[in-house]
């Protein structure tokens, strides 16, 4: 059993910076795929960033490239994503999710299928 929990989440001005924290107990955590979703009012949940168990091969959803990070201290069970250069569009509830199989495959990564455990959310909110 994995429990993830999110925090970070608040109002920002477009162009401004979040970053959001997962907090992770129960399993192993150095030993999962760790990923962050979205999903905005009246929308579907969809994939944002992913990082394998060392947090060296990250994937990113197109939109975001460029402007968010993820990364992750084992050592900590901890799991980050910097959003930098917010834009209105990133407003969402954002969640932490973790696949324990460890499989870092880039057919899996962005299905949300691919995940057995989930956070709660965190709200964040962009102004213009």
């Known amino acids: 059993q994995v429990q993830l929990v999110e925090s970070g989440g608040g109002l920002v001005q477009a162009g401004g910076s979040l970053r959001l924290s997962c907090a992770a107990s129960g399993r192993a955590f150095g030993t999962y795929v760790m990923a962050w979703f979205r999903q905005a009012p009246g929308k579907e949940r969809e994939f944002v960033a992913a990082c394998d168990w060392s947090g060296d091969s990250t994937y990113y959803e197109h939109s975001v490239k460029g402007r968010f990070t993820i990364s992750r201290v084992n050592a900590k069970d901890a799991g980050y994503l910097q959003k930098n250069s917010l834009k209105p569009e990133d407003t969402a509830v954002y969640y932490c999710?973790?696949?324990?199989?460890?499989?870092?495959?880039?057919?899996?990564?962005?299905?949300?299928?691919?995940?057995?455990?989930w956070g709660q959310g965190t709200q964040v909110t962009v102004s213009s």
């Open positions: 999710a973790a696949d324990v199989s460890g499989t870092y495959a880039y057919s899996r990564l962005s299905r949300l299928s691919s995940y057995d455990y």
